[in-house]
């Protein structure tokens, strides 16, 4: 069985940074393309950024480029999303999500759309 677990969230003001992490079990971690998804009051889900199985691919939403970096530990099953400059409009539900099929495409527009396995998500909130 799949488990896949967010944690990280934060109430942090405009301007600052927060990390958050992801692990995933019941999977062999390195061979899933993952990344992150936000959902922000009365909006709809969006895809945040996605990262291939060895990182050496990602992807980004416009929004978030340059200012957030997702990272991954193979050896020790840890998604990772960095998280710099953030604005009021960041503010959201974070959920980690891994492509249920392997060696998934990494393109975020695709990722998007493709079946996954889902964390319960994780609260920032950015002050202004």
């Known amino acids: 069985q799949v488990q896949v677990v967010e944690s990280g969230g934060a109430l942090v003001q405009a301007g600052g940074s927060v990390r958050l992490s992801c692990t995933a079990s019941g999977l062999t971690f390195d061979q899933y393309t993952m990344g992150w998804f936000r959902q922000g009051p009365g909006k709809e889900r969006e895809a945040v950024a996605s990262i291939s199985t060895y990182g050496n691919f990602k992807g980004y939403t416009d929004s978030v480029k340059g200012r957030f970096t997702i990272s991954r530990d193979n050896g020790k099953n840890t998604l990772y999303l960095q998280m710099s400059s953030l604005e009021p409009d960041d503010t959201a539900m974070y959920y980690c999500?891994?492509?249920?099929?392997?060696?998934?495409?990494?393109?975020?527009?695709?990722?998007?759309?493709?079946?996954?396995?889902w964390g319960q998500g994780t609260q920032v909130t950015v002050s202004s």
């Open positions: 999500a891994v492509d249920k099929a392997k060696y998934g495409a990494t393109r975020i527009t695709v990722f998007a759309t493709s079946d996954k396995y």
